[in-house]
């Protein structure tokens, strides 16, 4: 199995208990603790939970940010999915992550605050975790911001906001100057002001702090409907009338660049594969287009996801993506239907001189992620994977 230490005398090692009996233990035990960690870092994440619950030295060392870091930097890391679910009659959304082995959703078993928002919160992930941020709390905006730690499957309660948001859209930047510094972009979702994208704030995840951001621009962007970071001083972004910015993160300015989507609220779930534009059209079809070209094409080879209704959109690793789709079982029971898609760019000639690119999907994997039969309906507000 991926991640097994086989270190020879591992089980040879014998502590005695009471007289005439011994408990053998692994030699895992007795290392250094720099070789240990070495060790530690090279089993997979599904062994690391089973250690943790039945030794506290790997416990301790499995929630090391340090200790991650060094998993990272070995390349020893998987793509893990997180859904945040609102599923009726439950008052309150929810947490679940996607079994990689059994391929199913599992409920993150949680204390959340009891004022979570159900609609109008915006989610940026970083490589530990993921934000939550404003949100509406009985109808009215929150400045509130909440932390789901991916290690421990805690959530945190942040530093909140200088303004209360809803419906906001919010981007993870490296620093410029120093590229291990990120912080986090909001856009918009200030209810109460008149030009609510002028409202951005930035969050310092290094120091904790918000800071309100003064923007000068041209033109002023209307509410943001979709953003997605280009590289660190460019941030593209779509308002809801399909007029199309580019936010420079060096000048605090947002840029026109003169052109317009048509159809903005056709086109969800905007993601950025490879420098290539994908979103969630109608109809079941997902969509594609250079950053530079503003026509919108087919990926082709997913037509039986027509008969479908995508709910959701997003990123499963960076070979592939991942659809989400809400379907009637037997006996009317809910299910949620997930499928994970490679992506393949192909040129096509016509003509002598013209060439025509085209995108390709194939359907790796789908089927049935949750079924249930004790909810109505569902609203998937959340989904992405992280490598853990």
């Not at 856009?187 to 109460?192: R, S, T």
Request: glycine share 6%; hydrophobic share 40%; net charge neutral.
């Amino acid at each position: 199995m991926k991640g097994r230490c086989t270190i020879q005398g591992c089980s040879r090692l014998a502590l005695k208990t009471r007289k005439n009996e011994t408990k053998k233990v692994c030699g895992l035990w007795s290392l250094p603790d720099d070789v240990f960690v070495d060790c530690l870092a090279q089993v997979s994440r599904l062994d690391l939970v089973a250690l943790a619950m039945v030794s506290r030295r790997h416990r301790f060392y499995a929630v090391s940010t340090r200790f991650w870091a060094l998993r990272y930097r070995m390349g020893n890391v998987d793509p893990y999915l997180y859904v945040f679910m609102h599923m009726h009659p439950d008052p309150s959304p929810c947490w679940f992550v996607l079994h990689p082995m059994q391929r199913r959703l599992k409920r993150i078993n949680l204390n959340l605050y009891p004022a979570t928002p159900v609609t109008g919160s915006c989610f940026v992930k970083t490589d530990l975790g993921i934000y939550t941020i404003g949100g509406l709390i009985n109808g009215k905006p929150t400045s509130e911001v909440t932390f789901l730690n991916c290690i421990e499957h805690t959530v945190y309660r942040i530093t909140p906001m200088k303004m209360a948001r809803s419906g906001a859209s919010a981007s993870l930047i490296e620093d410029g100057e120093n590229k291990k510094k990120k912080k986090i972009y909001v856009f918009g979702g200030c209810w109460d002001v008149a030009d609510s994208s002028n409202c951005v704030e930035v969050y310092d995840i290094e120091t904790g702090t918000w800071e309100l951001l003064s923007v000068s621009t041209p033109k002023m962007p209307l509410k943001i409907k979709e953003s997605m970071v280009m590289d660190e001083k460019h941030v593209y972004a779509v308002d809801e009338d399909g007029e199309i910015f580019v936010f420079l993160t060096s000048k605090s300015m947002f840029c026109a660049e003169g052109e317009k989507e048509t159809n903005p609220d056709d086109k969800n779930d905007w993601r950025l594969f490879d420098q290539t534009f994908f979103c969630r059209g109608v109809g079941g079809r997902i969509l594609w287009r250079l950053p530079r070209e503003f026509g919108w094409k087919e990926v082709k080879g997913l037509e039986e996801l027509q008969q479908q209704h995508i709910i959701k959109l997003c990123a499963f690793s960076v070979q592939r993506m991942a659809i989400f789709w809400e379907a009637q079982g037997s006996d009317q029971i809910l299910e949620l239907w997930y499928a994970e898609i490679t992506l393949k760019m192909t040129r096509r000639e016509e003509g002598e001189e013209e060439e025509v690119w085209e995108v390709w999907g194939n359907i790796e994997w789908s089927g049935a992620v949750l079924s249930d039969s004790s909810y109505t309906g569902l609203n998937l507000l959340f989904a992405d994977s992280l490598y853990l």
